[in-house]
């Protein structure tokens, strides 16, 4: 058994200045800015969300500009697998953590490791 939810909604960003895109999307959301630079990078800044809200996260990307979802799940390769039985194919696995998948439908988005320390309580559980 194993668990997985909605974790993140990703806003992918392309070109040089994520900050204007954070200040746009913060200010379009009505969520402040919890971290401009989240690894120290340039690369990712996060909105502040609730507890029982998905994360908002904005990441700066070489190809177009678009959202992807991300599932979280304390199980990776379950999950993964539960979701390629459904269709999905795996695209790529990212610095040993987390894996860029399709969906049938061609979108892309990704299967990560909880990413907040109370994982519940929208959770799916699956046997």
Known sequence: MHHSRLSTLV???????????????SQALGKPVAN??????????????????????LQRVDHPSRVHLDIETDD?????????RLGAKRVSFMRGCW???????????????????????HLNRWD
């Open 36 to 57: 401009s630079d989240q690894d120290g990078d340039g690369k990712y800044a996060e909105l502040g969300t609730d507890a029982d809200e998905p994360i908002i996260l």
């Open 11 to 25: 806003l992918d960003c392309c070109g040089d200045d994520l900050a204007a895109a954070t200040a746009f999307w």
């Open 76 to 84: 990776l390769e379950a999950e993964v697998g539960r979701l390629e």
């Open 99 to 121: 894996w860029v998948m399709e969906a049938p439908s061609g979108h892309r988005f990704c299967v990560v490791r909880p990413q907040r320390d109370a994982f519940g309580p």
